[in-house]
């Protein structure tokens, strides 16, 4: 392996199974000074060595940014998009918006065939698929603001993965043979993701990106322009040519990532933090726990079939909401007071029948679920309490499968995120209207719900999910499982999932998760069922009993690191002006 953690810092940041009670499990880890939680061991580590050089938990995120999108190049990214929720110490609270915007070319109907029928191909796999990438921008943002390292130091880890590559997990190896076909098309991916006769890769084979580590060292050094301008976005735009792409030199040159005010909601007696518009992600989780705090959801108990009904129809009606309310609130006025009223959850909910379920046809109309899994989720906390919840994604796993020659870099497919044709379903199966149509310059609608829950001045819960439609549902779940049912975040994270989105009209259980009994009754109450394997993976740090823990999803191969020993003293960070 040619990469090697200083071993100075490796002793400090271990990770550290815990041996004792309920929270026995390797994929949780405790520490008294901060812990970083990924989708990828070197990610979580490259985050925690940023906290032992002195950085706090932004710092470390970055790091662990830059660094995921070599490790774990299905959702980590510098050709993509993401939003990100931080609460510093001190209670402020921001939220950054770095998704993806629909090209100054684009226009409406660009997903419709001749016969008016929404393409999908056209819509996943082309150069047309990727909005501007926003990653960059937004990473290089909150480090100005927020962080007290280095752009190098917080760019090393990334830079060292690419340049002297990393041996290949058994999962990536898998996953990137099994996508041969794809890389083919692309002169860029089948450089980056086979080897020069073509064939794959194999487990434990050193895995070097070394065109990508020249982009990050342009960006390490030049900043934005890095990426931006110059000689990546030259590139950006080559590749664009090849192949009817509509990115041009000031589509990059223009793209700035978007301080938001977060949806801010109160639980019970919790702060819920998350994400506002162009994602839906808060609107839609505010608006679901406003619906479900009138009820003892408690004494409901957990994954029983009337818990289980009444969160369904909570779902069931935020998403018909979602559909035709939720798109870039910059282009479209989302009516997010109204959306987010305590009183508005009472009238919405208020035709919820305890023994019978609703239709969603009564509600409106609807179709069909496909589903990936390749977003990703990072959460961290520093020693002196901020944390930060981040969503990243290129859309689809490997986003559009396009690598941009010379760069090294995947593209997203994030322009299916918008409605292409009203009423017809995107890969998630989501349909919306007006809200999310294409427009120039405007960010396609997201259900990324980065999240940070808040009790007595302490981050509780930091959390987000994957699973395009289903992250909201997951987030609820993890979050209802602690403060409900006092689960401890561990269990919270591994308890089974289910997911309904108003259309299609079905509850969707993972695999094995729910007992024949409660199945059975969901059925009597006439729930169509059906099954699927992981819904989502939340990686989810947290405070507790005066321990910060981190516990990455059981679903996958995650990795929560922690840091051993108390870091390089570095100043504390304060929250500036917007
Ligand atoms: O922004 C969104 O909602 C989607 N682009 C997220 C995609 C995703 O979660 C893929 N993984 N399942």
Known sequence: MNFKPNSAIAAAVLAIALLAGSLATANEVRSQHGVVVTRSELASMAGTEAMAQGGNAVDAIVAAGFALAVTHPAAGNIGGGGFMVIRLADGTLFANDHREIAPAAAFRDMF???????????????????GVPGSVAGL?????????????????????????????????ARQFSARKDQWLKSAGAKRVFLKPDESSYEPGELFVQADLALTLERISDQGRDGFYKGKTAQLIVEEMERGSGLISL????????????PIVGDYRSYQVVSMPPPS?????????????????????????????????????????????????????PVPIALLTNKGYALSRFKDFDSNKRSQ????????????????????????????????TTLNSGYGSGIVVQGAGFLLNNEMDDFSSKPGVPNQFGLIGAEAN????????????????????????????????????TTVLQVITNVLDHGMTLNDAVAQPRFHHQWLPD??????????????????????????RNAIGDANTAGSRDGWIIGVSDPRNTGY?????????????????SR
């Open 112 to 130: 419709l065939d001749a016969d008016g029928d929404y393409n999908p191909q056209k819509a996943l796999r082309s150069h047309q698929a990727s």
């Open 250 to 261: 000031d589509d990059l040159e223009s793209y700035e990532s978007v301080w938001r005010d």
């Open 560 to 576: 929560a690191s922690g840091l051993l020993d108390p870091p390089q003293e570095k100043e504390t960070v304060e929250s500036p």
């Open 140 to 172: 290089l943002t909150v480090h100005e603001k927020f962080g007290v390292l280095s752009r190098e130091q917080v760019m090393a880890a990334g830079i060292r993965l690419a340049k002297e590559g990393f041996p290949l997990t058994e999962d990536l």
């Open 360 to 391: 969603s046809r009564d509600i409106a109309a609807g179709n069909l679920l496909v589903e990936s899994e390749e977003t990703t989720h990072l959460s961290a906390i520093d020693g002196k309490g901020n944390a930060v919840a981040y969503t």
């Open 280 to 332: 839906s992600g808060g609107v839609l989780l505010v608006q679901m726990l406003n619906m479900l705090e009138p009820f003892h959801l408690s004494e409901l108990g957990v994954a029983t079939s009337s818990s289980m009904h009444l969160m369904v129809e909570i779902e069931r009606r935020a998403y018909a909401d979602r559909a035709i309310h939720l798109g870039d609130s910059d282009f479209y």
């Open 437 to 472: 149509a294409i427009e120039p310059r405007k960010r396609m609608l997201s259900s990324m719900t980065p999240t940070i829950v808040v009790h007595d001045n302490k981050p509780v819960i930091v959390t987000g999910s994957p699973g395009g439609s289903t992250i909201i």
């Open 506 to 531: 079905v509850v969707t259980l993972e695999r094995n998760g729910f007992s024949t009994d409660v199945v059975d009754e969901l059925q009597e109450l006439d729930h169509e069922i059906k099954y």
